[in-house]
């Protein structure tokens, strides 16, 4: 699903994600151990900061995929894939590794991560019900058909007032 095509706009302000990452660390603190944390950049970089704080993980690795190109899919391209050393530091089929992005939506670059690290565990802070089931571990769920704003990619403007028509 597209911007153009998400009938839902999904705003998430800064307080609103460091919430919603800390509940995942919660929920990720018991689902351990973890050796080393992942994240997929770009957006689970974010995430990934506030859970390796919360979880107390210093070992951290990116994995590098890219797709949409703003809001369109494109061909799934894996930049950087994971470094020996911390293939090494997460075991066989990384199955120490915690591997953190900000959401899952069709579930593609999820089902690339899992081939690059099928032991590994795979959180994201949101899903859409399309890539729910690659992903152990998420926080909130919003429809197939929204649209989620984050804070890094979003900034205060002008709102008309709902009886001239805004959303
Ligand atoms: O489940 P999917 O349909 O694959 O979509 C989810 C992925 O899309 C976004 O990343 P994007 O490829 O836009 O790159 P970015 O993280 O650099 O913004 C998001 O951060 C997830 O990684
Ligand atoms: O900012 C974003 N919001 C989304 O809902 C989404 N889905 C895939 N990629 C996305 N990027
Ligand atoms: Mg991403």
Known sequence: MSEETARKPFPVSWDQFHRDA???AWRLNGAGPFQALVA???????????????????????LCVASYDHT??????VLKGL???IMKVGGEGGKGLLIVDDLVDTGKTARVVRQIAPKAH???VYAK?????????FITEVSQDTWIFFPWDT???FQPPIRDGAA
């Open 129 to 137: 019900p399309m890539g729910k089931p690659l992903v152990d571990t």
């Open 40 to 62: 997929v950049t770009r957006g689970g970089l974010v995430p990934a900061a506030i859970v390796a704080r919360e979880i107390g993980l210093r070992v951290i690795d990116t």
């Open 22 to 24: 800390r509940a995942l």
């Open 155 to 157: 900034g205060l403007s």
């Open 83 to 85: 470094s020996d050393a």
């Open 122 to 124: 795979i959180a994201a």
């Open 72 to 77: 369109t899919q494109g061909e799934m391209q």
